[in-house]
């Protein structure tokens, strides 16, 4: 099994930023993608960025490319995601996750999940 707490959520006014975390634990695997997700009330789950944790590949939402930044510290265990110039559309819980051997964009191909934190933009 793999665990999956994320961190950093909060309040912010448009235009701030805020850096969510998600350290891991657990189970390894040889190769895997690890990603950020959002889901907003009355929507469902969508892609918001993701990594390659063996190259460091990252790909993004067309809705956050070049405001968000995923990265990963592989000696801690820990993704981050650095969010700027955040926009009230960007509220919602955010979630980490790890598919193992994929590095897709498709919440379905996620194994593991955290619990989520709370990312609230103002206006």
């Known amino acids: 099994q793999v665990q999956l707490v994320e961190s950093g959520g909060g309040l912010v006014q448009a235009g701030g930023s805020l850096r969510l975390s998600c350290v891991a634990s657990g189970r390894t695997f040889s190769s895997y993608g690890m990603g950020w997700f959002r889901q907003a009330p009355g929507k469902e789950r969508e892609f918001v960025a993701l990594i390659s944790w063996i190259d460091g590949s990252t790909y993004y939402a067309d809705s956050v490319k070049g405001r968000f930044t995923i990265s990963r510290d592989n000696a801690k265990n820990t993704l981050y995601l650095q969010m700027n110039s955040l926009k009230p559309e960007d509220t919602a819980v955010y979630y980490c996750?790890?598919?193992?051997?994929?590095?897709?964009?498709?919440?379905?191909?996620?194994?593991?999940w955290g619990q989520g934190t709370q990312v609230t933009v103002s206006s």
């Open positions: 996750a790890v598919s193992p051997g994929r590095v897709v964009r498709s919440p379905t191909a996620y194994d593991y």
